[in-house]
């Protein structure tokens, strides 16, 4: 009998580890996967700090862009001011030559808006600089009106063809200059 007891102690011993073992297992487990969840946590963490100093960056290089281009056109306007003295003191005059010579070193066709922008002129001077400007160089510089109203005023080198500036002359009427003189009114 008593042996069979031993046996009975040895098989609920040998039980007792067992579920001593699985039970460090399972905490242990339980461990391994709380660690792996905190680490996932501050790797997240990281992904949105790193997220929101992209964001920044990308903030303030659009910044520095906008910037750059405020200073280019501050150096490009300056530089040709300084270059240019017109007779007579009239600062349209002196607005209009500006205009133009910005439009000869990138010709093509500028809104009111982008004059506004490259001048630094409120709207209405910069109409009244785009009609001067055309009372200046009426063989390169046009003066037309697209849909709602929108003024725009383009530079034709001198080696554009002929026929283009002819075409566009005819295009351009008194009608239209009536409704251009009555829109700067307003």
């Known amino acids: 009998m008593f042996e069979e007891l031993l046996e009975v102690y040895k098989k609920k011993v ?4 067992r579920e001593l073992e699985e039970t460090q297992a399972m905490i242990g ?6 660690n792996m969840s905190n680490m996932l946590s501050m790797k997240q963490q990281d992904v949105d700090l790193l997220g929101r100093l992209i964001d920044q960056v990308d903030h303030l290089s659009k ?7 405020q200073m280019k056109t501050r150096q490009t306007r300056s530089s040709i001011t300084r270059n240019h ?21 990138r010709p093509g066709r500028y809104t ?3 004059l506004v922008d490259m001048l630094g002129l409120n709207k209405t001077t910069v109409i009244s600089v785009m009609k001067r400007a055309v009372e200046m160089d ?7 009106q697209g849909k709602r109203r929108k003024l725009y005023l383009s530079y034709t080198p001198e080696d554009q063809d002929q026929g283009e500036k002819k ?8 009608a239209d200059r009536m409704r251009l003189e009555l ?4």
């Open 138 to 144: 009426p063989s390169h510089v046009k003066l037309t």
């Open 112 to 114: 009111t808006s982008e």
């Open 63 to 69: 910044e520095v862009a906008d910037l750059k281009s």
């Open 85 to 105: 003295k017109v007779n007579g003191g009239n600062a349209l005059d002196n607005h209009t030559v500006t205009l133009i010579d910005l439009m000869k070193e």
């Open 14 to 17: 040998v039980e007792s580890e």
């Open 29 to 34: 487990l339980i461990m391994a996967v709380e």
């Open 167 to 174: 075409e566009a002359d005819s295009t351009f009427d008194d």
């Open 183 to 186: 829109m700067s009114m307003t």
